[in-house]
Nanobody, 121 residues
């Protein structure tokens, strides 16, 4: 499956952005989907994930309460709503799909190209 992430941009601290991840295939509902981010010089880190059908979600403490992941299987799309953004949220954001509902980079098989989020102070 091919993934296309979009919605990144430049925003001031405290602002909001909504990222979208659109899948090319019609079987998107079979996959768990995750969002990850990577800042310059740092490792890729988990941001959010959503299960295939139960809608279960997971977040690290760093974004819990500020970010919300959701999915619309009819549109083959997963969203990441990001509120109360901080300069430390600046990174390249990737969406990924896999057969396992997980928080680990290695459990996701398909990756989008990334969309850049820059938060100014």
């Amino acid at each position: 499956v091919q993934l296309q992430a979009s919605g990144g941009g430049l925003v001031q601290a405290g602002g909001s952005l909504r990222l979208s991840c659109v899948a090319s295939a019609g079987t998107f509902s079979r996959y768990a989907v995750g969002w990850f981010r990577q800042a310059p010089g740092k490792e890729r880190e988990f941001v959010a994930s959503i299960a295939r059908s139960t809608g279960g979600t997971a977040y690290p403490d760093s974004v819990k309460g500020r970010f919300t992941i959701s999915r619309d299987n009819a549109k083959n799309t997963v969203y990441l709503q990001m509120n109360s953004l901080k300069p430390e949220d600046t990174a390249l954001y990737y969406c990924a799909a896999g057969s396992i509902y997980s928080v680990r980079v290695t459990d996701f098989d398909f990756w989008g190209q990334g969309t850049l989020v820059t938060v100014s102070s």
